[in-house]
T-cell receptor, first 113, second 109 residues
Framework: ETGVTQSPTHLIKTRGQQVTLRCSSQ?????VSWYQQALGQGPQFIFQ???????GRGNFPPRFSGLQFPNYSSELNVNALELDDSALYLC????????????FGSGTRLTVV | AQRVTQPEKLLSVFKGAPVELKCNYS??????LFWYVQYSRQRLQLLLR??SRESIKGFTADLNKGETSFHLKKPFAQEEDSAMYYC???????????FGKGTRLSVIA
């Protein structure tokens, strides 16, 4: 059984650019959530996808968008990058019921310069 | 609004001493409470869920609805317990987690 894998592990972008982060969910999990973790903070919920539909969104602007594919993998896209977008981006997957909580990936460290 | 408060950013204890990591929450309803742990250079992983009432690695946590708390406890700290600990809550079912800011536990030999 594979866990949640994220790519890339590190990324440096320039302010104003666009970025795409990728996540492969754990086998058997059809729900994927994305979190942003700034330095010294707990993870903040961005949005969640269930069976390719967004079914929850946190307090993030529309330039944060996502996709979920038929194999339940997911992408997080951020347009018009700002310096404050520098953070660790975590992907988490769970089975439909969510009974056993979420399995997290190792994250993508995004630095915006 | 849902909120999780972990009042201590850093907690240092000696090996063998008792540990209590505090977590308070605000939520209008009956949330599910979790503790997640992140060891150095490792991913965030689930430690405890309040609904399972289990003890993992010697840690326990009791949900106190009257005080809206879910403190994490261990009677005798070990050096390998040194890590970042996050308390989190969610509504029932497959809803997103709300995390606290975390407490770094440092166990001193």
């Amino acid at each position: 059984e594979t866990g949640v894998t994220q790519s890339p592990t590190h990324l440096i972008k320039t302010r104003g650019q666009q970025v795409t982060l990728r996540c492969s969910s754990q086998s058997g999990h059809n729900t994927v959530s994305w979190y942003q973790q700034a330095l010294g903070q707990g993870p903040q919920f961005i949005f969640q996808y269930y069976r390719e539909e967004e079914n929850g969104r946190g307090n993030f602007p529309p330039r944060f968008s996502g996709l979920q594919f038929p194999n339940y993998s997911s992408e997080l896209n951020v347009n018009a990058l700002e310096l404050d977008d520098s953070a660790l981006y975590l992907c988490a997957s769970s089975p439909q019921t969510g009974r056993y909580g979420y399995t997290f990936g190792s994250g993508t460290r995004l630095t915006v310069v | 609004a849902q909120r999780v408060t972990q009042p201590e950013k850093l907690l240092s204890v000696f090996k063998g001493a008792p540990v209590e990591l505090k977590c308070n929450y605000s939520y209008s309803g009956s949330p599910e409470l979790f503790w997640y742990v992140q060891y150095s250079r490792q991913r965030l992983q689930l430690l405890l869920r309040h609904i399972s009432r289990e003890s993992i690695k010697g840690f326990t946590a009791d949900l106190n609805k009257g005080e809206t708390s879910f403190h994490l406890k261990k009677p005798f700290a070990q050096e390998e317990d040194s890590a970042m600990y996050y308390c989190a809550l969610r509504n029932s079912g497959n809803t997103p987690l709300v995390f606290g800011k975390g407490t770094r536990l440092s166990v001193i030999a």
